[in-house]
């Protein structure tokens, strides 16, 4: 821990590239786990692309901290240009997080766009996406994130959101839909 932190005060390229070393292959999850918050914590975004990587870790725990790591230093990175860019780092970080191989990853990055509902046109497109994903679990929070972006405008019955996932989702979600449609 205590060379975790000596390295993080440093600013040299030499001690980032040893701390995304120590992210990427050190054995010890807890290890790369405290990489990424004490990264998340001093802010160093220099540490972005290591941290983004961390969300394909093998463990959960780093996986978690990764999120929320790149969640927090993709907004202050934001919002530091603009006090108006908050959702966009956000969505940026979102963006990331959909791309992991991790369903479980996937799955907090569909949560947290529904938080984003009504900042950017491009939340129901991403969420959209998600209703073909390979993991059964991402389609279903996927058809759970578009209804929950519907209702979040206002629209209840949700039939916007039940009719998106219906025509561009896999064929469970169609039946999730009907399922849904049948209450």
């Not at 600013?11 to 995304?20: F, G, V, Y």
């Not at 979102?94 to 479980?104: C, E, I, N, Q, T």
């Amino acid at each position: 821990e205590a060379a975790i932190a000596t390295l993080l005060a440093l600013a040299e390229r030499e001690a980032r590239d040893l701390l995304a070393r120590a992210l990427s292959s050190d054995k010890e999850a807890d290890v790369r786990v405290l990489v990424v918050k004490r990264a998340q914590e001093t802010g160093r975004r220099d540490l972005r692309d290591a941290v983004k990587a961390a969300l394909d870790d093998a463990d959960k725990a780093v996986r978690a901290a990764a999120f929320d790591a790149l969640a927090a230093l993709d907004t202050a990175a934001a919002t530091s240009t603009s006090a108006s860019s908050s959702s966009r780092g956000q969505i940026t970080a979102m963006r990331a997080a959909l791309a992991s191989k991790h369903g479980d990853v996937r799955r907090r990055a569909l949560e947290g766009l529904v938080s984003l509902a009504g900042t950017s046109p491009l939340v129901p497109g991403l969420v959209a996406d998600r209703l073909k994903d390979a993991d059964g679990s991402v389609r279903l929070a996927a058809l759970a994130a578009l209804v929950a972006l519907d209702l979040a405008e206002r629209k209840d019955p949700p039939v916007d959101a039940l009719v998106a996932a219906f025509d561009k989702g896999a064929p469970d979600v169609g039946a999730w839909v009907l399922v849904r449609a049948a209450r």
